[in-house]
């Protein structure tokens, strides 16, 4: 079982910047495949980013949603069991919850886009953006 809780959402003006954090519990943290969705109010929840697991120190494989391309970035710590999504120049379209969220173990460096992919998802944190 693995537990997930992010912090870091708020409101920010358009064009200002956030980043979210992501602590997973457990001592395998390295081996999962990680992402981070987000919905908003009356629409489905839609993939954001996403980094497969990076065990044996490689960097990982990520990849993005076209409309966060360029603006967002997904990283992780392992010595901390975090996941973070750095998000810049934040437009109004942004408005949503995050949810992070693993799959795993995971044993190939494979990314994966689809919600229903992944095992374990997080509580969400509202990021609200203002034009």
């Known amino acids: 079982q693995v537990q997930l809780v992010e912090s870091g959402g708020g409101l920010v003006q358009a064009g200002g910047s956030l980043r979210l954090s992501c602590v997973g519990s457990?001592?395998?943290?390295?081996?999962?495949?990680m992402g981070w969705f987000r919905q908003a109010p009356g629409k489905e929840r839609e993939f954001v980013a996403a980094i497969s697991q990076n065990f044996g120190n490689n960097l990982g494989n990520t990849n993005y949603a076209d409309s966060v391309k360029g603006r967002f970035a997904i990283s992780r710590d392992n010595a901390k069991n975090t996941l973070y999504l750095q998000m810049n120049t934040l437009k109004p379209e942004d408005t949503a919850v995050y949810y992070c969220t693993a799959r795993g173990p995971a044993f190939s460096r494979t990314i994966y886009y689809r919600a229903t992919d992944y095992n374990y998802w997080g509580q969400g944190t509202q990021v609200t953006v203002s034009s």
């Open positions: 457990g001592s395998t943290f390295s081996s999962y495949a």
